[in-house]
């Protein structure tokens, strides 16, 4: 067995659960510490997991035996966390969205850099094997010149999930509702399978829920740089909801891909015969995600954690950097400027004057 890689968890709520299971099913993982100002949350989750709790989140990242830190606290405060931690020369792991705003993303890549440590964003769906083989799939041709690429993230949140807490379904502190919360996962995982998107045109609306500043509907049509068009909807309103749900259509071929499990797979050798069906046999484990925010598998998780030991031990690539992290910010983003200017907003134009 080899020297032990220490991590300091920021946050004792539901997510963090996942990180200190993943750090756990490493042979080399350790949690050494937990920072959380909710002390009740804070015993209950150092009793079940281990490490030192403390509610001095300064002194956890002064504390030399700590060698990276997961940024498990709630999405507005990531960026001022993770920053905060890099400063503090740890290497950092952080959930999903990294943050509320592009300027904060950016902060958090050039910090990274100037600092020489590593920065992970979760975004587990890319280590599932059937996301891979599409994206292989596109890549080599194997669907011809791409058409279409569609995802829908239909999810289904009560309003008790948005009275949970005061920051939920807030601009200023959750950064948005559907897109931004839930979408995430669907709309890396539709950039990482099709690439990036040139333009966007977009609506969104609250329809199914009150006390909620954000969007629970949301509708926006695509160009990718790569020619082809695109669908994208997102929503906490659809009950019970349908998870995420992606069509690519190319002129010599279609994938269906049903959370992590594809259910359609047909190809043609010419864009001048029919495409035949030959389903390739990946399955997995399919997500509840869609309609509970606190069930869903675990390994996605550990296959992160992993990389990202391997990662600062320098064996391996990070699985998703902040630069990856920051893609599907940046597409979230243009849907709230399309959506809000009611206007076409290309996407590129959201980054300039803020690249690190």
């Known amino acids: 067995m080899g020297e032990k890689f220490r991590f300091g968890i920021i946050g004792a709520g539901v997510i963090s659960a996942y990180h200190a299971k993943a750090i756990q099913a490493h042979p080399e993982g350790r ?10 949350s804070l015993d209950k989750f150092v009793a079940e997991y281990g490490g030192e709790g403390m509610t001095d989140l300064d002194a956890m990242l002064r504390r030399p035996d700590i060698d990276a830190v997961c940024v498990c606290s709630p999405t507005f405060l990531h960026a001022e966390h993770a920053i905060s931690a890099m400063r503090a020369g740890k290497h950092v792991i952080v959930e999903k969205s990294m943050a509320i705003n592009l300027k ?12 020489k440590v590593k920065l992970a964003v979760i975004f587990q769906k890319r280590t599932e094997e059937a996301p891979q083989r599409i994206k292989k799939a596109i890549a080599d ?34 950064g948005g509702g559907a897109s931004m919360t839930q979408g995430t996962h669907g709309i890396d995982l539709l950039l990482y399978m099709m690439g990036d998107v040139e333009k966007i045109y977009a609506w969104m609306d609250t329809v199914a ?16 740089k790569n020619g082809a068009y695109g669908r994208l909807q997102t929503a906490t309103a659809t009950n019970p909801g349908q998870g995420n749900v992606f069509e690519f259509n190319g002129t010599c071929g279609t994938a ?4 992590d499990t594809i259910t359609s ?18 399955e997995g484990k399919a997500s509840t995600a869609a309609s509970s925010a606190t069930i869903f598998p675990v390994e996605g998780h550990i296959k992160q954690i992993a990389n990202f030991i391997a990662a600062v031990r320098g064996q391996e690539d ?37 690249e690190a």
């Not at 904060?104 to 600092?115: F, N, P, Q, S």
């Not at 797979?265 to 990946?282: C, P």
């Open 318 to 354: 990070l699985i998703c950097d902040g630069v990856e992290g920051r893609r599907s910010l940046q597409l979230i983003m243009g849907i709230y400027e399309s959506a809000r200017r009611r206007e076409e907003v290309y996407l590129d134009e959201l980054l300039k004057g803020l």
């Open 104 to 115: 904060d993303a950016t902060k958090m890549i050039a910090t990274a850099r100037d600092r």
């Open 141 to 174: 041709g194997v669907f011809g010149k791409m058409v279409f690429g569609d995802a829908s993230i239909k999810y289904w949140r009560n309003q008790a999930y948005y009275d949970s807490a005061d920051w939920r379904g807030t601009w200023a502190k959750e």
């Open 209 to 224: 829920h009150v006390r909620i500043e954000v969007e629970d509907v949301a509708l926006a049509l695509l160009k990718f």
């Open 31 to 40: 949690i050494v510490a937990v920072a959380d100002v909710v002390k009740p």
């Open 256 to 259: 269906v891909l049903v959370e």
């Open 265 to 282: 797979w047909a190809v043609s050798d010419s864009k001048e015969t029919l495409a035949k069906e030959t389903l390739v046999g990946v």
